[in-house]
């Protein structure tokens, strides 16, 4: 499927701080109740994860998937695409990241998922916007703290 879902929000903290909290991959459990744990797989010569395996329980969506991180237009986006999972067959998304002044950053996700069963697309793209929704508002909270 072509079509991704996508959603923005400003949050009330320096475009340095968001983009530290989006790039610690390994730390996404402690804002994101969706994500249960990360394993990190591999690393660049940066140390930023280019593979890692996370659980996911994000209500219809619930999986543990392997992703590939691509930072090649970082620090303005983190992409990641599936390598591997147990249910979803394609999930592939992105953090585009923007300064709206010295302390607001906007943060957009987009994400696209492929199930193994058949699901109308209605409802795909709802459980797409529920995931990043929470995902943004969790990111808010907290970087805002």
Avoid: C, H
């Amino acid at each position: 499927m072509t079509d991704n879902s996508a959603g923005s929000i400003s949050i009330e903290a320096p475009f340095e701080a968001v983009t530290a909290i989006l790039f610690d991959i390994a730390k996404y459990p402690t804002w994101s109740t969706s994500i249960k744990s990360v394993e990190i797989l591999s690393t660049d010569d940066q140390g930023r994860a280019t593979s890692a395996k996370l659980s996911i329980d994000a209500g219809m969506m619930r999986d543990r998937v392997s992703l590939d991180y691509d930072w090649s237009q970082a620090p303005g986006k983190l992409s990641f695409s599936l390598s591997d999972a147990d249910l979803l067959t394609g999930m592939d998304g992105a953090y585009i990241v923007e300064a709206e002044g010295s302390d607001t950053t906007k943060v957009t996700y987009e994400l696209t998922v492929s199930l193994s069963m058949p699901l109308p697309a209605m409802m795909r793209t709802k459980a797409e916007k529920t995931t990043i929704d929470q995902a943004l508002s969790q990111l808010k909270a907290f970087a805002e703290k």
